[in-house]
């Protein structure tokens, strides 16, 4: 086996209306002896009707022109008639008797109305609840289909389909023009090239993604946690493992800020080389057929 196929196992699991108050203007009172009433009460006939009180009004009615003659200038005075303060009533700017006005202006209105309340800022994530998620996302279900796309250390691209089936049986088919091929059947992962048509063979425990087979998955004690990153851009975990194959391994995991789906991971292999894996349409229900993980020996 060459180390070129071992890096690429490492690779591969790795939101007021105002009051128009009227005005009674009040006569000025007569001089005696001046000016005959009835004259008088013509004059005042002439004025505008809201100076002329209503008590007035009625008896300026009742001198007719037939009695002019009859009438002593010096024993008619007429005096004007007082309106009291508690009379007087404000025009009706509708033209409806007993009307008040509205206690509600635009502004009221408005003001009725309260803001709605503003949302609760949300807690930030920490590093508890951000592996705790984790393993909620890897937990929620036995099963993973996904498609993914692999950037080698060399640049190299590469992509093709990923199948999970817990525990420990994993199967990355990779898409033409690529060769290779990797099966986990839950005890051994097999580095297919099928090209060369050779295979190697590996123990789980030897991959630096082991943490993804196992049937219930605790980070925390699964491994090592170096770090949690929060940021808009994702959710990122770096990870630790000195149990695989040539040395320590450093992953890291990268997670969706809003649904916690996992988007990436990237794996350092104990020789520096990087390859990171990208995944995406990812399905936890449809179970994979099992003959995907049969690993010929």
């Known amino acids: ?61 009742e001198v007719k022109p037939e009695d002019e003659k009859n009438v002593d200038p010096k024993s008619v005075t007429v005096k004007p008639v007082t309106a009291k303060p508690g009379e007087a009533k404000p025009a009706d700017p509708i033209g409806k008797k007993g009307a008040k006005p509205s206690a509600q202006g635009p502004a009221a209105a408005a003001a009725t109305i309260a803001p709605p309340p503003a949302p609760e800022p949300e807690k930030p994530l920490t590093r508890a609840e951000a592996v705790k998620r984790a393993n909620a996302f890897f937990n929620a279900s036995p099963v993973m289909t996904a498609d993914f796309v692999q950037i080698g250390g060399d640049g190299k691209r590469s992509e093709g389909r990923l199948h999970v089936q817990r525990a420990g049986r994993v199967r990355f088919e990779y898409a033409q023009p690529a060769t290779m091929e990797v099966v986990a059947d839950g005890a051994q992962v097999a580095v297919r090239d099928r090209k060369l048509n050779t295979q190697d063979l ?85 179970v994979p057929d099992p003959t995907l993980f049969k690993i010929n020996k």
């Open 1 to 61: 086996m060459t180390y070129v196929h071992f890096a690429a196992l490492l690779a591969a699991l790795s939101l007021a209306v105002p009051a128009a108050a009227a005005t009674i203007a009040r006569p000025a009172p007569p001089s005696q002896g001046s000016v005959p009433a009835v004259a008088e009460n013509k004059a005042a006939e002439a004025k505008p009707a809201e100076a002329r009180p209503a008590e007035a009004r009625g008896k300026s009615a």
């Open 202 to 286: 590996y123990f789980i425990t030897q991959t630096p993604l082991k943490f993804l087979m196992k049937d219930k998955i605790d980070l925390e004690k699964d491994v090592v946690v170096e770090d949690v990153k929060i940021d808009d851009s994702g959710v990122t975990i770096f990870i630790e493992d000195k149990a695989t194959f040539g040395g320590t391994s450093h992953v890291r995991l990268i997670f969706d800020p809003k649904t916690f789906k996992l988007k990436q991971w990237q794996v350092t292999d104990p020789q520096g080389y990087e390859t990171l894996i990208s995944v995406f349409n990812i399905d936890q229900a449809k």
